[in-house]
């Protein structure tokens, strides 16, 4: 039994690598039911996925489920324990924190980029997470842990992209890295570097002295004034020095 699950996995496994680029470290979401399965079939879930999945995996979780857990309180403290031991993944829920299942389906949205697995016992997210195309799923049944085969929609859309009618991320990533390796497309680091002002030195025209027309007129004048002054006194002393001489 043990060795049929395995190989269920493992073909499950080589169909996300090769349509949807999916690689170790295999990065598997965690909400609290799969915790909360996991504590109550006391599955090791360190030990015992790596060896089902036969490659390195990072157990991963968001600040959403574990607000979510919290606040449930004491009934679900051992599944808190576990996704408290997870690494916690940015979710785009930075101020108004949302349900973990509305969480873990927007890490997965547009394509799911970054090959996020999705291990859940909540059946709706599960619903919700199969009509996204290229996003493995995980479950707990019985006490063990199974990878659910790809869903309808993730087949269709694997059809669709090898008769042509539409382009997987996955390709699409490889396209552009390709594009960027033959200078067609500059990436990023040309964009900042491009996006960065250039260190300019000063405008020329603030260098300039300004010109000192105001302060030349003003000590013009100041002189013209002293000059008259000097005169008029001149005249005084003459005429003050014929009075006296007729006297």
Request: glycine letters at 4%.
């Given at each position: 039994m043990k060795i049929t699950r395995q190989k269920h996995a493992k073909k499950h496994l080589g169909f996300f690598r090769n349509n949807f680029g999916v690689r170790e470290p295999y990065q598997i979401?965690?909400?609290?039911?799969?915790?909360q399965a996991a504590l109550r079939g006391r599955i090791q879930l360190r030990e015992q996925l790596p060896r089902y999945l036969m490659g390195e995996m990072q157990l991963c979780t968001t600040?959403?489920?574990?607000?979510e857990l919290e606040t449930l309180g004491k009934d679900l403290y051992g599944a808190k324990l576990i996704a408290q031991k997870c690494q916690v993944r940015n979710c785009p829920h930075f101020k108004n924190v949302v349900s973990g299942s509305e969480c873990l389906l927007s890490m997965v949205e547009e394509g799911n980029p970054h090959h996020y697995f999705v291990a859940t016992q909540d059946q709706n997210l599960s619903v919700k997470v199969k009509k996204q195309p290229g996003v493995p799923l995980m479950?707990?049944?019985?006490?063990t842990i199974v990878l659910d085969k790809p869903s309808p929609k993730t087949v269709a859309f694997v059809?669709?992209?090898e008769s042509g009618q539409l382009v997987s991320v996955h390709e699409k990533e490889s396209i552009k890295q390709l594009k960027e390796e033959q200078g067609l497309v500059k990436n990023s680091e040309q964009r900042r570097r491009k996006k960065r002002k250039k260190i300019s030195g000063p405008n020329p025209l603030s260098c300039l002295k300004k010109k000192k027309k105001a302060q030349d007129t003003k000590s013009s004048s100041e002189k013209?004034?002293?000059r008259k002054r000097i005169r008029n006194r001149s005249i005084s002393k003459v005429l003050s020095e014929k009075q006296s001489v007729e006297g």
């Open positions: 979401l965690l909400d609290g039911t799969f915790c600040r959403c489920v574990l607000k479950f707990i049944i019985q006490n059809k669709a992209v013209k004034r002293k």
